[in-house]
């Protein structure tokens, strides 16, 4: 066992691959079977590493409630949760925790799906004797990424962060995996700070030393779409071009699935628990049915997500592209590279095409064809209805009214769940100041109703609300 510290940087909001990820971390979107983070911490395990600490910000109730202490992967796990409301950046969450990195430490992005040896990156450090090391990728679009510079000697002599396309210095980017000494530390100042932007820079202007290692092992970011959609042929057993001979293409089909008369399957391909396909229907390659996904007649996928829940009609064609868990589309519906948000509803004949994003709990008409379109909520704040940690159910709530709506309709699983975490109260008084209304569920909660009555009695209070207070102008 390695006694390195490993610090996996958590707490973004993931923008790059929303509507994704506004009902869950990007860490905790599925590859395959399992959550990003669970492939990263396998690799972790994989490579002789046990201490980590996890930074978090953003909707870290789903991770901590996954991960736990870390034991039932084989860990033991620290969290750095930055001050809610507060974004302190890669290196500021870092900062948090720097009485826990006296010795050398390493930094893993939790977006990330590698296969590297950390165990051999680690040894390189030492023996370079560097303050930093930067773990680098070859890639095409390096004004994507941290861009660098080295000389004959692996040094590391210019720092851009995502440089304007063609300005870069070459094509060597950083994949965000560090080694560093505790010492680097030392010059993150409070506040919001980032390796790339500030620290790394810095370090050069002082003429530290700064190693670059050049990786050669599997590395992607599945902080977006296309990330995603090769971490997932990855993770099924494809090479991102074609088949893998070492890894024959994957048929794996879960309990409870049924299947119309017709359908073909082509691996490698993902099918979970509890799915329905429908007659004549074309299943892969790549792609992934998560559970309780309903699938119509006649229809195509490939290289694919559908997020549990999500019901596909009937001749639909979905390429290319992730739809969100309890979306619902209808029938004849075309989506082409892009996501679907959880939850949304697509009417008959809708199509969507070329890196169009859909946030959720949208309703897209047939009159709309979408192409490199964004359709939002109107609100940057909207309420999620969850029935537990991280499990979203379709509905979302952008006004108060809409949470009456809501209360009336969602399973009140929902209702119990949100009331005991104050996640209704803190909405209300976040985006719309209304003070009175949160103060009554509050004392709702404190009565300890269960059920249809609590439903009754939450909904009779906020419709009362809308009908009569000033507040609600």
Same mark, same amino acid.
């Given at each position: 066992?390695?006694?390195?510290?490993?610090?996996? @940087?958590?707490?973004?909001?993931?923008?790059?691959?929303?509507?994704?990820?506004?009902?869950?971390?990007?860490?905790? %979107?599925?590859?395959?079977?399992?959550?990003?983070?669970? =492939?990263?911490?396998?690799?972790?395990?994989?490579?002789?590493?046990?201490? !980590?600490?996890?930074?978090?910000?953003?909707?870290?109730?789903?991770?901590?409630?996954?991960?736990?202490?870390?034991?039932?992967?084989?860990?033991?796990?620290?969290?750095?949760?930055?001050? /809610?409301?507060?974004?302190?950046?890669?290196?500021?969450?870092?900062?948090?925790? &720097?009485?826990? @990195?006296?010795?050398?430490?390493?930094?893993?992005?939790?977006?990330?799906?590698?296969?590297?040896?950390?165990?051999?990156?680690?040894?390189?450090?030492?023996?370079?004797?560097? $303050?930093?090391?930067?773990?680098? +990728?070859?890639?095409?679009?390096?004004?994507?990424?941290?861009?660098?510079?080295?000389?004959?000697?692996?040094?590391?002599?210019?720092?851009?962060?995502?440089?304007?396309?063609?300005?870069?210095?070459?094509?060597?980017?950083?994949?965000?995996?560090?080694?560093?000494?505790?010492?680097?530390?030392?010059?993150?100042?409070?506040? /919001?700070?980032?390796?790339?932007?500030?620290?790394?820079?810095?370090?050069?202007?002082?003429?530290?030393?700064?190693?670059?290692?050049?990786?050669?092992? !599997?590395w992607i970011d599945t902080g977006s779409l296309a990330g995603f959609i090769a971490g997932t042929r990855h993770v099924l057993g494809l090479n991102g071009e074609g088949e893998d001979k070492k890894?024959?293409?994957?048929?794996?089909?879960?309990?409870?699935?049924?299947?119309?008369?017709?359908?073909?399957?082509?691996?490698?391909?993902?099918?979970?628990?509890?799915? &329905?396909?429908? +007659?004549?229907?074309?299943?892969?390659?790549?792609?992934?049915?998560?559970? $309780?996904?309903?699938?119509?007649?006649?229809?195509? %996928?490939?290289?694919?997500? %559908?997020?549990?829940?999500?019901?596909?009609?009937?001749?639909?064609?979905?390429?290319?592209?992730?739809?969100? /868990?309890?979306?619902?589309?209808?029938?004849?519906?075309?989506?082409? $590279?892009?996501?679907?948000?959880?939850?949304?509803?697509?009417?008959? &004949?809708?199509?969507?095409?070329?890196?169009?994003?859909?946030?959720?709990?949208?309703?897209?008409?047939?009159?709309?064809?979408?192409?490199?379109?964004?359709?939002?909520?109107?609100?940057?704040?909207?309420?999620?209805?969850?029935?537990?940690?991280?499990?979203?159910?379709? @509905?979302?709530?952008?006004?108060?009214?809409?949470?009456?709506?809501?209360?009336?309709?969602?399973?009140?699983?929902?209702?119990?769940?949100?009331? /005991?975490?104050? $996640?209704?109260?803190?909405?209300?008084?976040?985006?719309?100041?209304?003070?009175?209304?949160?103060?009554?569920? &509050?004392?709702?909660?404190? =009565?300890?109703?269960?059920?249809?009555?609590?439903?009754?009695?939450?909904?009779?209070?906020?419709?009362?609300?809308?009908?009569?207070?000033?507040?609600?102008?």
């Amino acid at each position: 066992m390695t006694a390195c510290k490993v610090v996996i @940087l958590a707490g973004g909001e993931g923008v790059r691959f929303r509507p994704l990820t506004l009902t869950r971390p990007k860490s905790m %979107i599925p590859l395959g079977t399992k959550p990003v983070i669970e =492939h990263l911490t396998s690799q972790i395990v994989k490579c002789r590493f046990r201490n !980590l600490i996890i930074t978090l910000n953003y909707q870290k109730e789903q991770l901590m409630h996954f991960i736990g202490d870390g034991s039932k992967f084989g860990v033991q796990v620290e969290y750095a949760i930055e001050p /809610e409301g507060t974004f302190l950046g890669t290196a500021g969450g870092v900062k948090l925790v &720097s009485n826990l @990195l006296k010795d050398t430490f390493m930094i893993l992005q939790g977006d990330a799906y590698t296969t590297m040896n950390f165990d051999k990156i680690l040894k390189f450090h030492k023996q370079s004797g560097a $303050d930093a090391t930067i773990v680098l +990728k070859e890639v095409a679009d390096p004004w994507h990424y941290g861009n660098v510079k080295c000389n004959s000697n692996g040094e590391i002599t210019d720092f851009q962060e995502k440089p304007i396309k063609g300005k870069e210095t070459g094509n060597l980017a950083s994949t965000g995996i560090y080694c560093l000494e505790p010492e680097v530390l030392d010059i993150v100042k409070p506040g /919001e700070c980032d390796f790339g932007r500030d620290v790394f820079p810095h370090l050069l202007r002082e003429n530290r030393s700064i190693r670059g290692y050049v990786a050669d092992e !599997l590395w992607i970011d599945t902080g977006s779409l296309a990330g995603f959609i090769a971490g997932t042929r990855h993770v099924l057993g494809l090479n991102g071009e074609g088949e893998d001979k070492k890894h024959p293409p994957l048929l794996p089909i879960g309990k409870n699935v049924f299947l119309g008369e017709k359908v073909k399957i082509t691996g490698p391909s993902l099918i979970e628990d509890n799915v &329905s396909i429908g +007659k004549g229907s074309q299943i892969g390659p790549y792609a992934v049915l998560k559970r $309780d996904t309903t699938v119509g007649e006649e229809v195509i %996928i490939e290289n694919a997500s %559908i997020f549990e829940g999500a019901k596909v009609g009937s001749y639909d064609k979905i390429r290319g592209s992730i739809i969100g /868990e309890q979306a619902n589309l209808a029938e004849r519906i075309v989506v082409d $590279d892009s996501i679907v948000g959880p939850g949304s509803t697509l009417e008959q &004949s809708v199509e969507v095409k070329s890196g169009s994003r859909i946030w959720p709990g949208i309703r897209v008409v047939a009159a709309d064809r979408l192409n490199h379109s964004t359709i939002r909520l109107p609100t940057d704040n909207p309420f999620y209805f969850n029935s537990d940690v991280g499990k979203f159910t379709g @509905l979302t709530a952008t006004t108060i009214g809409d949470l009456a709506d809501g209360l009336e309709r969602v399973d009140v699983r929902s209702i119990e769940f949100h009331l /005991e975490n104050r $996640d209704f109260e803190r909405w209300i008084k976040d985006v719309f100041q209304a003070n009175t209304l949160a103060e009554r569920i &509050s004392d709702l909660r404190e =009565h300890g109703l269960q059920g249809e009555v609590l439903r009754k009695e939450f909904s009779s209070i906020v419709r009362t609300w809308l009908r009569y207070s000033t507040e609600s102008n």
